[in-house]
T-cell receptor, first 112, second 112 residues
């Protein structure tokens, strides 16, 4: 089975802090994705990566950046956390082409 | 607790009945579709997928139907069990780097 592991289930940070969310997948997938999930808004794509050191903006990239230095790891960075970034963050990975994305269990991030 | 299910339409069924969850997709260019199940406190879990050259695909206790004419997708669950209680999302891929567009979700509540 595909395993996508997110480093923290719950995280509490303060406004203005730089926040790192880590995601690791063990299936040698080319594609990796970061989403946020909010009630009433569903899953929204923040950034994705189709190869090491490659990244593409999703639908809501503002206030975020990403890093993919190794194929198995995809990091989401909140440069200066704000309260409106309080959310559930989900990481996913997939093979290239039209293949299902496999998700981690999410990080619930609270910005105080 | 998990708040992703707030504000979602709810389908209530009796244990043992068949369930049908519907989804209208938005992009006529989409040619790959996926159904996900999300249980409380977990990430979305892949259930079944279908490509646009098919109109029906069956898995274990689940069937997905695709009607491209009216841009409609449905998930049928046979002999629904309490463990099927979750939020169900459809997703469409309009092409490109396997980016998915997610529906808002439907909560399935199974009653004994």
């Amino acid at each position: 089975d595909v395993k996508v592991t997110q480093s923290s289930r719950y995280l509490v940070k303060r406004t203005g802090e730089k926040v790192f969310l880590e995601c690791v997948q063990d299936m040698d997938h080319e594609n990796m994705f970061w989403y946020r999930q909010d009630p009433g808004l569903g899953l929204r794509l923040i950034y994705f990566s189709y190869d090491v050191k490659m990244k593409e903006k999703g639908d809501i990239p503002e206030g975020y950046s990403v890093s993919r230095e190794k194929k198995e790891r995809f990091s989401l960075i909140l440069e200066s956390a704000s309260t409106n970034q309080t959310s559930m963050y989900l990481c996913a990975s997939s093979l290239e082409g039209q293949q299902p994305q496999h998700f981690g269990d999410g990080t619930r991030l609270s910005i105080l | 607790g998990e708040s992703v299910g707030l504000h979602l339409p709810t389908l209530s069924v009796q244990e043992g009945d068949n369930s049908i969850i519907n989804c209208a997709y938005s992009n006529s260019a989409s040619d790959y579709f996926i159904w996900y199940k999300q249980e409380s406190g977990k990430g979305p879990q892949f259930i079944i997928d279908i490509r646009s050259n098919m109109d029906k695909r069956q898995g274990q206790r689940v069937t997905v139907l695709l009607n491209k004419t009216v841009k409609h997708l449905s998930l049928q669950i046979a002999a629904t069990q309490p463990g099927d209680s979750a939020v169900y999302f459809c997703a469409e891929n309009p092409g490109g780097y396997n980016k998915l567009i997610f529906g808002a979700g439907t909560r399935l509540a199974v009653h004994p």
